[in-house]
Nanobody, 115 residues
Framework: QVQLVESGGGLVQPGGSLRLSCASSRNIFDFNEMGWYRQAPGKQRDLVATINVGGVTNYADSVKGRFTISRDNAKNTVDLQMNTLKPEDTAIYYC?????????WGPGTQVTVSS
């Protein structure tokens, strides 16, 4: 089991930036992959960005060039830097920790992009 806790969400104007952070109760290298997903109202939960144990990153096409995932090995945290935010980025953002096909999730943090 693992406890994942997200922080850093909030309300931001279009074009602005936010930095989300996910704190893990376990060593993040226990997992094949850490990541961020998001779910907008009435929609399915979609991948935003992932980083695997080797440090390889993967991004949804919609966020490439705007979002950056990173990790702090000493603190067991995974961050998501979000720049040039758009209204369509509005969603609940969830941290994930995956071992093989098993996902662990945090409770989520709300990100709202609106003027």
């Amino acid at each position: 089991q693992v406890q994942l806790v997200e922080s850093g969400g909030g309300l931001v104007q279009p074009g602005g930036s936010l930095r989300l952070s996910c704190a893990s109760s376990r060593n993040i290298f226990d997992f094949n992959e850490m990541g961020w997903y998001r779910q907008a109202p009435g929609k399915q939960r979609d991948l935003v960005a992932t980083i695997n144990v080797g440090g390889v990153t993967n991004y949804a096409d919609s966020v490439k060039g705007r979002f950056t995932i990173s990790r702090d090995n000493a603190k067991n945290t995974v961050d998501l830097q979000m720049n040039t935010l758009k209204p369509e980025d509005t969603a609940i953002y969830y941290c994930s920790a995956r071992i093989l096909r098993n996902f662990n999730w945090g409770p989520g943090t709300q990100v709202t992009v609106s003027s």
